[in-house]
């Protein structure tokens, strides 16, 4: 078992910052890949941002390259999510999602076993 525990959520105005942080924890080591999703009021969960744990290789939304970055910290051993140029449409719960298998895939949310339970995320225009 994998557990994900996120923070950092919050409201900030239109253009400007936030960084979200997850923190695995359990059997961490088969930990193949993590990313974020997102689900604004009535739409469907949506990719945002993915690595695979042990690599360099990112892959992003194209609504949100270039203004966000993932990344993971060595040190404190979490996957950070630094969002700038924020828009009143980045408005959503933010997920952590992290999966323990091998797919060349980062997507879907079928691509992922364990989920956090999601920080709000509220850009004021």
């Known amino acids: 078992q994998v557990q994900l525990e996120e923070s950092g959520g919050g409201l900030v105005q239109a253009g400007g910052s936030l960084r979200l942080s997850c923190a695995p924890s359990?059997?961490?080591?088969?930990?193949?890949?993590m990313g974020w999703f997102r689900q604004a009021p009535g739409k469907e969960r949506e990719f945002v941002a993915a690595?695979?744990?042990?690599?360099?290789?990112?892959y992003y939304a194209g609504s949100v390259k270039g203004r966000f970055t993932i990344s993971r910290d060595n040190v404190k051993n979490t996957l950070d999510l630094q969002m700038n140029s924020l828009k009143p449409e980045d408005t959503a719960v933010y997920y952590c999602?992290?999966?323990?298998?091998?797919?060349?895939?980062?997507?879907?949310?079928?691509?992922?076993?364990?989920w956090g339970q999601g920080t709000q995320v509220t850009v004021s225009s």
């Open positions: 999602a992290a999966r323990t298998y091998y797919s060349e895939t980062y997507y879907y949310t079928s691509n992922y076993n364990y």
């Open positions: 359990g059997r961490t080591f088969s930990v193949d890949a």
């Open positions: 690595m695979r744990w042990s690599g360099v290789n990112t």
